[in-house]
C-alpha cells in the first residue's frame, strides 16, 4: 500500500539559508500534519491543512510557512535558518471520514551548520 | 493545553517477557489515541489506533486499552523479542476528527536475547 513519500530524506543547510521540505499524503487522505522532532524529543506539532485550507497551527515559528497543492501534496518553507532547527520533520496525513488513523512519513532530516 | 505523559521513560527486559507501557493524558476530550514504534532516527509506525468509544484494540502479541475518563491507556506486549526494542510513543488527538496529536515523550523499550 502507498505510504505517506516525504522529501528528500537529508538535507543540510546553513545558517540564514532557506529549506524546502516536501510531503505526498496518502493517496484520498484530507489532511496533512507537519511536526518536528529535535533531538530525543517527542514530535511536536507545526501546522495542518485538511483539503487544502489550513487547519491548525502549533509551535510554528514566524520564519516557517506551509502550503498544500491542489494535488494535496504539501511543502514547509523555512527561511533564515538556525542551528536550533535541526531536527527530524515529519509529514503524516489521515482521512477524517474514516477512523482517522494517522499515517507518518520517514521524514526529513534537517541538519543546519 | 493537553499533556501527555508515559511511564516508564526507559525499560529493559529479557526475551519472552509480557510487559504494560503506561500512557497518561490530561484532558478526556479526545477523538482518539494512537500507539507509535519509533526506531532510532527513523518515522513513526503505527501499531494501534483507539477511537474515543472503543475500549480496546488488539493486534498479534500488541493489546491497548483506553480508560478515557481517568485518562490512561496501556500497551500490552506479549512474549517480548529484541526485535521489539525501540521507543514506543503514545498519542492523543484533540476532540475532533483531524486534530493534531499530542505524543508522550514515550518509553525506550530494550528486550534482551
Known amino acids: 500500500a502507498a505510504g505517506v513519500i516525504q522529501s528528500p530524506r537529508h538535507l543540510i543547510k546553513e545558517k540564514r539559508e532557506t529549506a524546502t521540505l516536501k510531503c505526498y499524503p496518502i493517496p484520498r487522505h484530507d489532511t496533512v500534519y507537519w511536526y518536528q522532532q529535535g533531538p530525543g524529543q517527542d514530535p511536536q506539532f507545526l501546522i495542518s491543512f485538511y483539503e487544502k485550507m489550513q487547519s491548525d497551527k502549533g509551535s510554528i515559528p514566524d520564519r516557517f510557512s506551509a502550503q498544500q497543492f491542489s494535488d494535496y501534496h504539501s511543502e514547509l518553507n523555512m527561511s533564515s535558518l538556525e542551528l536550533g532547527d535541526s531536527a527530524l520533520y515529519f509529514c503524516?496525513?489521515?482521512?477524517?471520514?474514516?477512523?482517522?488513523?494517522?499515517?507518518f512519513g520517514q521524514g526529513t532530516r534537517l541538519t543546519v551548520v | 493545553k493537553q499533556e501527555v505523559t508515559q511511564i516508564p521513560a526507559a525499560l529493559s527486559v529479557p526475551e519472552g517477557e509480557n510487559l504494560v507501557l503506561n500512557c497518561s493524558f490530561t484532558d478526556s476530550a479526545i477523538y482518539n489515541l494512537q500507539w507509535f514504534r519509533q526506531d532510532p532516527g527513523k518515522g513513526l509506525t503505527s501499531l494501534l489506533l483507539i477511537q474515543s468509544s472503543q475500549r480496546e484494540q488488539t493486534s498479534g502479541r500488541l493489546n491497548a486499552s483506553l480508560d478515557k475518563s481517568s485518562g490512561r491507556s496501556t500497551l500490552y506486549i506479549a512474549a517480548s523479542q529484541p526485535g521489539d526494542s525501540a521507543t514506543y510513543l503514545c498519542a492523543v488527538s484533540g476532540d475532533n476528527a483531524g486534530n493534531m496529536l499530542t505524543f508522550g515523550g514515550g518509553t525506550r523499550l530494550m528486550v534482551k536475547p
Open positions: 503524516a496525513s489521515s482521512r477524517t471520514d474514516m477512523n482517522t488513523e494517522a499515517f
